[in-house]
């Protein structure tokens, strides 16, 4: 009951200072044209600041295509778009604007009581501004790395850049074809984002959302289909946690990771509730978890999660990016899952897939893997079924049960479900940990497979109650234990 009131309160709280300043402004009325070849980066700046400048309300736009470059939202303003318009992004790079080293279209700094409604879209044309970008890179009009062979995502625009904000309510709208990532909300509080659908798969690093140091976020009932990871949070500051986040009953599909934490990692990850989302179609992980970057993972719940034709279910890892210091993974439950990874592609043939340097190579199993001297603690599964396809190929670089001490610490690495390659389990791969409880897993490979289906490695204090695995033709023990202590099978 505490949770629930966390979380409704401040919803409230937001809606009400809305629906305060709820006057509306037609677009046109600052001269801004709909016939979708005409800038309107000054007319819509224009009824912006009016707006806010005059007790705050909302700049309408109807029936159209409204091209712009950077704008930025002010205090007490919302942005509504209704159905039949849309906000159209530039095609020239220079008709965009940097700033705290992101390039976007909607850029909102410190301001309050803000939004974007309506049924309408916001599309960034990011795959003709990205290659344009490219052609004054090769010009040395501009001047970028070109690092695998695109420009830099901080030059590319984003949709919308967020920081510092307070009470915004992102409704209903369409997001589409960003030129980096399509949605950044940094150091955010009291952020809503409901019933919006997300096509963020135009481009490289099209990610559909990402939660970046916020506190009190709600990600509600939208749907993500993006080419890089779907729900993303991260913490760019080491004196910041992403902390109080219901992500809740979302679709998403991805080319990389469906729900991620800890892509980047300073200060962390607290008090995160994830219920009732499906992930689909999808070539990383349903559910990642990093502590990389020496900050924290804590508190955090998963219930009711469906994982369809995804290529892993469940990645949690500490690395140690920045040097020697080392994130931290404590209280992690995950519960009410089912997932069917797949033995092909399951990204195959959409315009920018996961990487196929990663394959040839087995089916990785859910992996939870902590560090020598920094243990993932106190992490709970419990209702869990996955169905995996088996059929391993040990002529992979096979590492043998008696081999696990060959598998890789990779502290510096990206996190990342593939990075150990060959893993000697199926269905899960625990090392490093202290405290993991199994409740009611079922855990079935479709054809018999060279590996077992769970493999502990200095593991402390393990208890399985209700394991289930099932495996055509095996006669293997389900788990297999090496330098642990504490291993209760009932």
């Known amino acids: ?19 305060l300043s709820a006057k509306d402004y037609n677009a046109s009325m600052f001269g801004a044209k ?46 509504h778009l209704e159905e039949g318009a849309i906000l159209v992004g530039s095609v020239n790079p220079f ?74 309510v992102i409704r209903d709208i369409i997001l589409k074809d960003p030129g980096s990532w399509n949605q950044q909300y940094d150091q955010c509080r009291n952020l809503v984002i409901d019933n919006i659908t997300v096509d963020s798969k135009s481009y490289w690093n099209n990610d559909g959302v990402d939660i970046v140091d916020c506190d009190s976020v709600w990600v509600t009932n939208s749907y993500f289909d993006a080419a890089d990871d779907g729900i993303c949070l991260k913490s760019h500051d080491p004196n910041f946690l992403c902390r109080n986040v219901y992500i809740y009953n979302n679709t ?8 991620k934490f800890g892509t980047m990692g300073r200060g962390g990850f607290r008090d995160i509730r994830i219920v009732n989302n499906l992930v689909f179609d999808t070539y990383r992980s349903a559910i990642t978890f990093a ?41 992690v439950t995950i519960s009410n899952v089912y997932a069917e990874v797949p033995l092909t592609k399951p990204d195959a043939g959409y315009n920018y897939e996961g990487p196929v340097e990663d ?24 209702n869990i079924e996955i169905k995996y396809p088996g059929g391993g190929n040990p002529n992979y670089a096979k590492v043998g049960l008696d081999e696990l001490d060959k598998v890789p610490e990779l502290g510096p690495n990206y996190p990342e479900f593939s990075m150990f390659k060959e893993l000697p389990a199926w269905g899960f791969y625990i090392r490093h940990a202290k405290g993991i409880t199994f409740d009611n897993v079922k855990l079935t490979c479709e054809d018999k ?42």
């Open 34 to 79: 709909s016939n979708g070849t005409t800038l309107n980066t000054n007319s819509i700046q224009k009824g912006i600041d009016y707006i806010s400048e005059n007790g705050g309300g909302r700049l309408v736009f109807y029936v159209g295509r409204y091209l712009t470059g950077t704008i930025y939202l002010k205090s007490n303003v919302t942005i």
């Open 291 to 331: 502590a990389v970057d020496g900050g924290i993972v804590e508190n955090i719940v998963v219930d009711s999660l469906r994982s369809i034709n995804t290529g892993n279910v469940i990645f949690l890892r500490i690395g140690e990016r920045s040097g020697n210091k080392k994130g931290r993974i404590n209280g």
């Open 359 to 382: 394959l040839p190579r087995n089916i990785s199993p859910s992996s939870i893997a902590g560090m020598p001297d920094a243990l993932i603690e106190n992490i709970t599964l419990k």
């Open 252 to 259: 998403v599909r991805t080319s990389a990771n469906g729900i």
């Open 449 to 490: 497979d060279y590996r077992t289906a769970v493999v502990l490695d200095d593991v402390h204090g393990a208890y399985f109650t209700g394991l289930q695995v099932t495996e055509p033709g095996s006669r293997k023990s389900p788990v297999y234990s090496y330098k642990s202590t504490g291993v209760v099978i009932k």
């Open 95 to 168: 008709d965009y604007e940097m700033n705290y080293n992101w390039t976007a279209m909607i850029f909102a700094l410190d301001q309050q009581n803000i939004g974007i409604t309506g049924k309408g879209v916001i599309d960034g044309q990011g795959f003709l501004v990205a290659n344009n970008l490219v052609d004054m890179i090769h010009k040395g009009v501009v001047k970028d790395p070109l690092k695998y062979d695109r420009p830099s995502e901080i030059r590319r625009p984003q949709n919308i850049y967020f920081r510092g904000c307070r009470n915004i």
């Open 1 to 19: 009951m505490k949770t629930k009131r966390a979380l409704i309160l401040p919803i409230a709280v937001v809606l009400a200072t809305l629906q």
